[in-house]
């Protein structure tokens, strides 16, 4: 039975990516009209976009669960999509981003610069107003901008997905433009079990049992609480200290 459950599980996982690369590039038709003349600085068309991303995303994981290839339980998602909230969140796997925003649609996120190549992300990335993660003054304002319009901002600190031995070390720079831009700050600990989906592991390497998620939001952070006694460098390296203790001791 577990060799036969696990052979399920590799069919699924197999039909699962090649769904999700045959549907990215189907949706590209979809986002033409988004993609033909650039979304950037219209928040409405970008937040029609986000919505179309979202359900398509939630149409992939809806198929993971009844395949079997994996669950996630979520926890608090009415506290986030809020003006100005930055959201932070640890990354153990390949799949965070698109559980997240499957449900959290009109999340603005901060995304890896080579997606950009990838075909079947392409086309979401532009059309939604994703921001590419290029490490520069003008990446900065951007954020600036689009925490001060309004939107909820989506940022996976670390900067690259957790490694085998869980250790989670968080980039500044994130809470630095939290601290800087923000309304409000949001840790989201999403916890995964067994590990699945991890950088560099070819995707025919699934576990031996089902996956599980565990996505839950934590409390509200006042930037200006942080700020209050402290310049902005001391606050930022406490209060990254703070976000790392705290992913730490939820995803054990």
Same mark, same amino acid.
């Given at each position: 039975?577990?060799?036969? /459950?696990?052979?399920?599980?590799?069919?699924?996982?197999?039909?699962?990516?090649?769904?999700?690369?045959?549907?990215?590039?189907?949706?590209?038709?979809?986002?033409?009209?988004?993609?033909?003349?650039?979304? $950037?600085?219209?928040?409405?068309?970008?937040? $029609?976009?986000?919505?179309?991303?979202?359900?398509?995303?939630?149409?992939?994981?809806?198929?993971?669960?009844?395949?079997?290839?994996? /669950?996630?339980?979520?926890?608090?998602?009415?506290?986030?999509?809020?003006?100005?909230?930055?959201?932070?969140?640890?990354?153990?796997?390949?799949?965070?981003?698109?559980?997240?925003?499957?449900?959290?649609?009109?999340?603005?996120?901060?995304?890896?610069? /080579?997606?950009?190549?990838?075909?079947?992300? $392409?086309?979401?990335?532009?059309?939604?107003?994703?921001?590419?993660?290029?490490?520069?003054?003008?990446?900065?304002?951007?954020?600036?901008?689009?925490?001060?319009?309004?939107?909820?901002?989506?940022?996976?600190?670390?900067?690259?997905?957790?490694?085998? /031995?869980? $250790?989670?070390?968080?980039?500044?720079?994130?809470?630095?433009?939290?601290?800087?831009?923000?309304?409000?700050?949001?840790?989201?600990?999403?916890?995964?079990?067994?590990?699945?989906?991890?950088?560099?592991?070819?995707?025919?390497?699934?576990?031996?049992?089902?996956?599980?998620?565990?996505?839950?939001?934590?409390?509200?952070?006042?930037?200006?609480?942080?700020?209050?006694?402290?310049?902005?460098?001391?606050?930022?390296?406490?209060?990254?200290?703070?976000?790392?203790?705290?992913?730490?001791?939820?995803?054990?």
């Amino acid at each position: 039975m577990n060799r036969l /459950d696990w052979l399920r599980r590799f069919m699924a996982t197999l039909f699962g990516f090649v769904l999700f690369g045959v549907a990215g590039l189907m949706f590209k038709i979809v986002l033409l009209p988004y993609t033909l003349r650039s979304t $950037k600085g219209d928040i409405k068309r970008q937040l $029609k976009a986000r919505r179309l991303v979202g359900r398509i995303w939630k149409v992939f994981v809806c198929y993971t669960q009844i395949s079997g290839v994996l /669950d996630v339980k979520f926890d608090g998602l009415e506290k986030l999509g809020r003006p100005g909230q930055l959201v932070l969140a640890n990354h153990p796997s390949l799949l965070d981003v698109v559980l997240l925003i499957s449900h959290v649609s009109q999340l603005n996120c901060i995304v890896k610069k /080579d997606l950009l190549n990838n075909p079947a992300m $392409k086309s979401p990335i532009l059309a939604a107003g994703y921001i590419p993660n290029e490490e520069s003054m003008e990446m900065l304002d951007e954020v600036d901008a689009v925490l001060k319009s309004g939107q909820s901002l989506l940022i996976f600190p670390e900067g690259t997905r957790t490694k085998w /031995d869980g $250790k989670i070390k968080l980039h500044r720079g994130a809470v630095s433009m939290g601290l800087r831009s923000a309304m409000v700050i949001t840790p989201v600990c999403i916890k995964i079990s067994p590990p699945n989906f991890k950088k560099g592991q070819p995707w025919y390497k699934i576990p031996s049992r089902k996956v599980h998620y565990e996505i839950t939001v934590g409390e509200d952070i006042n930037p200006q609480d942080w700020l209050a006694e402290k310049p902005l460098p001391i606050a930022a390296r406490r209060l990254n200290d703070y976000l790392q203790d705290f992913f730490t001791r939820n995803t054990i």
